[in-house]
């Protein structure tokens, strides 16, 4: 949880975070499917059990030594508690590999109650559009597609699942006015000049490594 609370210290009103199921379908925050980068394990995220995961450190010691030697493996439950807590909105991607593993309804059977407190908080985004469309239909937060290549947002099939936002690649957009059929939100943005020149083609939303730079740089 510490870049989640460094991003709202920094002043963060939006955090964007990826979830995988583990082995007893406990929704943790993680990007990778497995442990390795993250915890220097070699197992997969979904065949490690809740409690074993609770043992292990989220250090990413590879890219910042002892710094977060401490840090735990956080529950998508404790994300939820801290986003609102904060009155912040959480922007919650779910991952391929949970959902090739488990399937989609059990994806979404996983997040539902850890994802109560953030009822008008939280936007479920995906790679995988066949989860979105379930979603709509299951629980009660909208949705919004990250989008696999620029050439799609304006697509019809992006269209239809009434996204409330699309996410997209800074390095996939496509030439000239950002046209879309909901804000844009772009990753990842590090600088204020670039920002402003997205802004200006209209892109609503910024996704950032670095808050504090990127929050000086527009100030």
């Known amino acids: 949880m510490a870049s989640v609370r460094g991003a709202l210290a920094a002043g963060a009103s939006r955090v964007e975070i990826d979830v995988q199921l583990c082995a007893d379908s406990v929704p943790i925050l993680m990007h990778d499917g497995d442990l390795r980068r993250m915890c220097g394990d070699p197992r997969a995220v979904a065949d490690v059990p809740a409690l074993e995961l609770a043992q292990l450190r989220a250090a990413e010691a590879g890219r910042f030594g002892a710094r977060f030697a401490s840090e735990r493996v956080a529950t998508l439950a404790e994300f939820a508690h801290e986003i609102a807590g904060a009155g912040a909105h959480g922007y919650v991607e779910l991952k391929s590999e949970s959902i090739a593993r488990f399937g989609a309804a059990a994806v979404l059977a ?26 709509r239909t299951r629980l009660p937060h909208p949705v919004g597609p990250v989008l696999s290549r620029g050439s799609e947002l304006c697509a019809p099939h992006i269209a239809a699942l ?23 939100c772009v990753y990842e943005v590090s600088s204020g000049a670039r920002a402003r020149e997205l802004a200006a083609r209209g892109v609503a939303l910024f996704e950032t490594f670095d808050v504090e730079r990127l929050a000086r740089e527009l100030a």
Not at 118 to 130: A, H, K, N, P
Not at 163 to 184: H, N
């Open 110 to 135: 996983a997040i539902e109650a850890p994802l109560r407190p953030l009822e008008g908080r939280c936007t479920l985004i995906s790679f995988d559009l066949d989860i979105l469309a379930l979603a």
């Open 162 to 184: 009434a996204p409330s936002v699309l996410f997209c690649d800074d390095r996939k957009l496509p030439a000239g006015p950002l046209d879309a059929p909901a804000p844009l």
